[in-house]
């Protein structure tokens, strides 16, 4: 069974300020997304990351995806306070019929 | 549609009823999900639909819960006998053929069992 672990689940973090939320996952995949959901909204898709060694940007955001080691981040640079979300990463199981979500990472920014 | 559609976007039931999600997948997606997510969880996969397939339904919690996908395209998620524990939002997606294309999500449903 496919299990998806994020941490840390909950940030709460300066303006300016740079951290990384981190996504493990437990079996075999070449491929992940990044979702970001705002309060009483539904999922935004943010990154698709489908290879060894992808890197995605926009913005103050990056995703990057370590296959072998069955991780991704995202690298928040220079947080703004319109970051504050919670931030979902998923993993595609290897049949390529769904996602597996984390946990989530709320992420809230302060002024 | 231009995005995926879900109703209605609130539902507050009693306890013992039954109801009734819809989902309005985007035109031409072939394949259909639904999640559900509990207050201030990660999404729970529940159901998944591809084309005429028989739908994976493995990760509904109980056989309270049960759907249907007609014509290939809009969904019912019916709860019957709905219990509190259910409350939660209901997520419907969908994607052109494999998720490798990407979800897109609906608004979602916010049920309330009183």
């Known amino acids: 069974e496919l299990k998806v672990e994020q941490n840390p689940l909950f940030l709460s973090m300066q303006e300016g300020k740079n951290y990384t939320i981190y996504c493990n996952y437990s079996?075999?995949?070449?491929?992940l997304y990044w979702y970001r959901q705002d309060p009483g909204k539904s999922l935004e898709s943010l990154f698709v990351?489908?290879?060894?060694?992808a890197v995605k940007q926009e913005g103050r955001l990056m995703a990057s995806l370590d296959t072998k080691a069955r991780l991704s981040t995202l690298h928040i640079t220079a947080a703004v306070h319109d970051l504050s979300a919670t931030y979902f990463c998923a993993v595609e199981d290897n049949a390529g019929n769904m996602l597996t979500f984390g946990g989530g990472t709320r992420l809230m920014v302060k002024p | 549609g231009a995005g995926v559609s879900q109703s209605p976007s609130n539902k507050v039931t009693e306890k013992g009823k039954d109801v009734e999600l819809r989902c309005d997948p985007i035109?031409?997606?072939?394949?259909l999900y639904w999640y559900r997510q509990s207050l201030g969880q990660g999404l729970e996969f529940l159901i998944y639909?591809?084309?005429?397939?028989?739908?994976?339904k493995s990760g509904l919690p109980s056989d309270r819960f049960s759907a249907e996908r007609t014509g290939g395209s809009v969904s019912t998620l019916t709860i019957q006998r709905t219990q509190q524990e259910d409350s939660a939002v209901y997520l419907c997606a969908s994607s052109l053929m494999t998720v490798s294309y990407g979800y897109t999500f609906g608004s979602g449903t916010r049920l309330t069992v009183v």
């Open positions: 990351l489908l290879s060894n060694g």
């Open positions: 035109s031409g997606h072939t394949a």
């Open positions: 079996t075999t995949s070449d491929r």
């Open positions: 639909f591809q084309g005429n397939s028989a739908p994976d």
